[in-house]
Structures are given as structure tokens and as C-alpha cells.
């Protein structure tokens, strides 16, 4: 039986990072990569022989994963629910079309992949969910992105409890900036500056690790404990209202 891992948005910043850090695990057979860049994927394969890949349109449901589960029946050792999107700006701006696929992407296909993949996970196998700092406090002008985190970082907590007696570990990732093509580099004609920003590496690395220490959160900077910390003992008002205000120049 082949030992799989799983990672969405392996196309991306963090996610191609992972499927480099996992092609170095030896317990680990394939990499099914997912995304939607055919391009990036084959790159991808070119460079990790271990990688499958699979296209797909994530927004529009799990189908291709699910069918490539049932013909395969693999070992699922390590799903990674990384792909997400958020967008900058006014939430009365943002169309409903985006708000739907932002909450399917972010929020509904991850719960919907670990419901498709336990089936396939035995006692060992890990799950890695990629939240946010977002998730501290609510964001405006990230409206729907910091509400999307703090579902993916609820669920993932409440998962790992669920999961113990299983043996199947669950981590949830909470970076604070990260140098990936997430994040423009200008608004407006504004250069951005994004404090404690940090890179793939260090996100990925450390969750593996926290993942392997059976730790239900990972923080990868000194920023993203800070700002949790902070978020967690002064009052919400005063958070928001620091962070609207650093941010209304970009919106
Ligand atoms: N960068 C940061 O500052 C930061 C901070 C905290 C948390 N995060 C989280 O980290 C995760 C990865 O972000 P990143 O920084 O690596 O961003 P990124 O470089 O923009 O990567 C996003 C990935 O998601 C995929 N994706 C987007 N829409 C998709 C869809 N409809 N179907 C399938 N795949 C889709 C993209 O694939 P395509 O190539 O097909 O677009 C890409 O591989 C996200 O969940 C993000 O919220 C990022």
C-alpha cells in the first residue's frame, strides 16, 4: 500500500515548501500535489520525482481528490490543508462570488478533506492545517480572511482532541507575514511593509516539527507568539483599532 501525503496549494509560497521538506521523508512514498497551475505542477513534479500531480480547482469541491482516494486506496501519512486565499480591501466591496469561494476554500475544503482522508489514516498519520495570525483577532479590511482562520484554527483544535485516541495528530499552523506571493507589495502606490514577515521555510519546518511533538499549535516567529499573547490579554477594541489603523493607508 503506498504511504501518501497530501498537500493543497502546493504551488504556492508555503505549500511548495512543504512538498520539499516531505519529499525528504522517507515514509513517505507519493506526494499527491494539489493546485490548479498545471505549469507549476509539472515543475513540481519535475524537480520532487516523489510528487503526483492533481489538478484541480479546489473552489469547486474535492472531487478529484475523493476519486483519486477510492481508485487508489492509499495510506494517507500526512495531509497538509494549506490552500487559501484573502483579499485586501473593504468587505462591502468584495463580490459575493469571491466571498463564496474565499469560505469554500478556506474553511469548507479543509473540514471536507480530513472527513474524505481519515477513512485512509491510521494511528501516526498527521494532519497539518495552515491557519493565520488573522485567527487572533478580528482584521478589517481582512474581514473575511481573519473569520475564515479562526474557523480552520477552532476545528483544528477540536480535531487533534477528537483524533487522540485515534493516535493521528493534528497541528495548526499560525504564521504571521510571510514572504510568498500572497502578499502585494504595494496598495496604491504604497510600498508595504509587513512586520516580523518570515519565510516558507521557517513556517514549514517548524510545523513539521510541531506536527511530529503532537503540539496542537504552531508559531513560527517570535511575532506570531507575541501577537497572540497581546491579542489574548488586551481588550479586542484596542487590537482592531491598532490594526486599522496601520492598515487604512493600504485600503
Ligand atoms: N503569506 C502569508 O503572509 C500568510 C500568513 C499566514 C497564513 N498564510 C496561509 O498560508 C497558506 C498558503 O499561502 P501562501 O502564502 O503560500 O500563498 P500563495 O503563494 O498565494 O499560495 C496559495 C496557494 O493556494 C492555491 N489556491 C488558491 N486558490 C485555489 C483554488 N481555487 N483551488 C486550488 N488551489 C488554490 C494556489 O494555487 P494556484 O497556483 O492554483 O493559484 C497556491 O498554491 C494560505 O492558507 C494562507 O492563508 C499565509
Redesign the pocket.
Known amino acids: 500500500m503506498q504511504r501518501v501525503a497530501i498537500v ?8 511548495s515548501e512543504f512538498v520539499r521538506r516531505i519529499s525528504e521523508d522517507e515514509n513517505i512514498d507519493r506526494i499527491w500535489a ?4 498545471k505549469e ?1 505542477l509539472d515543475k513540481l513534479a519535475s524537480e520532487y520525482p516523489k510528487v503526483v500531480s492533481v489538478e ?4 469547486k469541491g474535492i472531487g478529484e481528490i475523493s476519486e483519486k482516494l477510492n481508485s487508489e486506496n492509499p495510506e494517507v501519512r500526512i495531509l497538509v490543508n ?5 483579499y485586501l480591501g473593504y468587505f462591502e466591496n468584495m463580490e459575493q462570488e469571491k466571498i463564496e ?1 474565499l469560505c469554500m ?2 474553511c469548507t475544503v479543509p473540514a471536507l478533506l480530513v472527513s474524505e482522508c481519515l477513512p485512509y489514516m491510521k494511528e501516526g498519520s498527521g494532519i497539518i492545517n ?5 485567527s487572533f483577532q478580528p482584521n478589517p479590511y481582512l474581514t473575511m480572511y481573519s473569520a475564515s ?1 479562526v474557523f480552520v484554527k477552532n476545528f483544528s483544535r477540536a480535531l487533534g482532541v477528537e483524533l487522540k485516541k485515534r493516535g493521528i495528530k493534528v497541528t495548526c499552523s499560525c ?4 514572504d ?4 502585494p507589495k504595494e496598495k496604491n502606490g504604497k510600498k508595504i511593509h509587513y512586520t516580523g514577515m518570515i519565510s ?1 521555510e521557517k513556517v514549514v519546518s517548524k510545523a513539521l516539527a510541531d506536527l511530529r511533538r503532537g503540539r496542537e499549535l504552531s508559531l513560527p516567529s517570535f511575532f506570531a507568539k507575541y501577537f497572540r499573547l497581546y491579542s489574548k490579554y488586551m481588550p479586542t477594541k484596542i487590537v482592531m483599532g491598532q490594526w486599522t489603523w496601520i492598515m487604512r493607508k493600504y485600503v
Do not use: E, F, Q, Y
Not at 494549506?82 to 484573502?86: E, F, L
Open positions: 493543497t496549494g502546493s504551488t504556492g509560497g508555503i505549500g494539489v493546485g490548479r497551475n507549476k484541480a480547482d479546489l473552489s494549506n490552500a487559501g486565499v484573502g469561494s476554500l478556506n495552515v491557519s493565520s495570525s488573522s482562520k504564521p504571521g507575514w510571510v510568498t506571493g500572497m502578499l516558507a
